[in-house]
């Protein structure tokens, strides 16, 4: 089975950080690169950050470039991404899934609220 669960969401003044999880299943997991999608209210999903199965490799949107950091912990089936200066753009809710996938499983992601 395929489990992803997001979580570090939150309200956070412009300029603040904050720190997401997800969990995966190792079926989703293991020897894939994974990545952090996020959906803003009335806007497509978009992929925000990737990182390699092995974590050597990582790639950032432009708009999030600078700002957020993507790692994974594989002992523990984990990906994060850690967001810094955040900006009410930034407002959206954040999943984590394989990159690519299949488009057939998602997490319930987790909600990131920017106040300016």
């Known amino acids: 089975q395929v489990h992803l669960v997001e979580s570090g969401g939150g309200l956070v003044q412009a300029g603040g950080s904050l720190r997401l999880s997800c969990a995966a299943s190792?079926?989703?997991?293991?020897?894939?690169?994974m990545g952090w999608y996020r959906q803003p209210p009335g806007k497509q999903r978009e992929l925000v950050a990737s990182i390699t199965s092995g974590g050597t490799f990582t790639n950032y949107a432009d708009s999030v470039k600078g700002r957020f950091t993507i790692s994974r912990d594989n002992a523990k089936n984990t990906v994060y991404l850690q967001m810094n200066s955040l900006k009410p753009e930034d407002t959206a809710v954040y999943y984590c899934?394989?990159?690519?996938?299949?488009?057939?499983?998602w997490g319930q992601g987790t909600q990131v609220t920017v106040s300016s």
């Open positions: 190792g079926s989703i997991f293991s020897f894939n690169a």
């Open positions: 899934n394989a990159v690519p996938n299949s488009g057939k499983y």
